[in-house]
């Protein structure tokens, strides 16, 4: 018993209530502002080795993914050929989207108080974390992290923290 | 009543166990034919999913594996020597038997991750390129074929190099 206006009316509504429920697309979402991406590659090298084996954050398990050449791979085997771009903006987004309002407030205040993220807390070792205190404060990844996100990144400090070395002797 | 409560609580808790685990062990399938269950049995597979500790596994392990001797091939590296080495420096070094599989239990090397490990047989000597963070099972992250998720079977030479023989009998 609906009239063509009504039947309009309605389809409207649908459609804005539609519109208004769907999240922007992934490519479309953005933080503002956010730390750099041009910036990231060094940061993603330092969290791959420290963070991203197969067995912790380089697992399909994990919501917090973080790819890469020994870990895991987007398109193709593990172990073989070096991060790709791709792989390195998925980590990115996988970084930059955990905690997306406070890191953009972190970043507004120019890398202050980081340990207002859970990313930093878990590698600080500050709050529960599986993996147990990955970047210790003041360390060279903890460096690397927290001042890529203040927007002054400390190169030398991720090429520093993506060496793992073996204890001596072995 | 009272004192039977937490027996009926227990009990209803044993039965429900964990469905996970469940799946993980019902996923792994039977034996193959012939091998009994051992330190033989089920090579290249995730030893900690039944000897991590939750059963159905009697010995508890804190990091076990197969070796083999060529990426491509099925061919179990016996007699390979495995050193683990913890991030405090504490290590243990444990053999591969004739199916190449290696076993440390749980009592006799509680490791701290990350874990450094190598292989050595011979003038192999083998450092793997990145330590181990949280899985006592090679096979997480060494199954095989490989994958976007795997790096396949852990494997110490090209094909075609010779290698001492061994096989189960």
């Given at each position: ?5 009504s039947r309009a009316t309605t389809a409207w509504i649908v459609c804005a209530g539609l519109f208004g429920c769907a ?148 | ?169």
């Open positions: 018993m609906s009239s063509p206006l999240g922007p697309a992934d490519e479309q979402a953005t933080i503002t502002p956010a730390p750099r991406r041009e910036s990231f590659p060094p940061v993603a090298d330092m969290l791959h080795s420290h963070c991203g084996s197969l067995d912790c954050h380089g697992s399909r398990a994990r919501n917090l993914r973080i790819y890469g050449i020994n870990g895991l791979r987007i398109d193709g085997i593990s172990g073989t050929g070096p991060t790709t771009a791709d792989e390195y903006d998925a980590t990115y987004r996988a970084i930059v989207y955990l905690e997306p309002e406070k890191l953009s407030r972190v970043v507004a205040d120019g890398g202050r108080n980081p340990e207002r993220l859970s990313l930093v807390r878990k590698a600080r070792g500050a709050e529960e974390h599986k993996g147990g205190t990955m970047a210790p404060q003041g360390s060279e990844a903890d460096r690397c992290l927290t001042s890529w996100i203040a927007g002054a990144l400390d190169a030398p400090a991720c090429a520093l923290a993506a060496e793992m070395s073996p204890p001596e002797g072995f | 009543m009272s004192r039977a409560l937490p027996l009926v609580l227990a009990a209803f808790l044993a039965a429900c166990g964990d469905p996970v685990h469940a799946d993980a062990v019902e996923a792994l399938g039977p034996e193959a034919d012939g091998v009994e269950p051992g330190p033989l049995h089920r090579p290249g597979q995730p030893c900690l999913t039944c000897h991590g500790g939750k059963g159905p596994g009697n010995m508890e392990f804190s990091v076990a594996g197969t070796i083999y001797k060529y990426a491509d091939s099925s061919e179990p590296l016996a007699n390979a020597v495995v050193k683990l080495v913890d991030q405090g420096g504490p290590s243990t070094i444990v053999g591969t038997n004739c199916a190449g599989n290696f076993f440390v239990q749980r009592v006799d090397f509680d490791p701290v991750f990350p874990l450094w490990t190598r292989v050595k047989l011979g003038s192999i000597d083998i450092e793997m390129s990145t330590p181990v963070f949280g899985a006592g099972s090679c096979a997480h992250c060494h199954s095989d074929p490989p994958t976007e998720s795997s790096v396949g079977r852990i494997y110490v030479a090209p094909a075609g190099t010779e290698l001492p023989g061994g096989s189960c009998p």
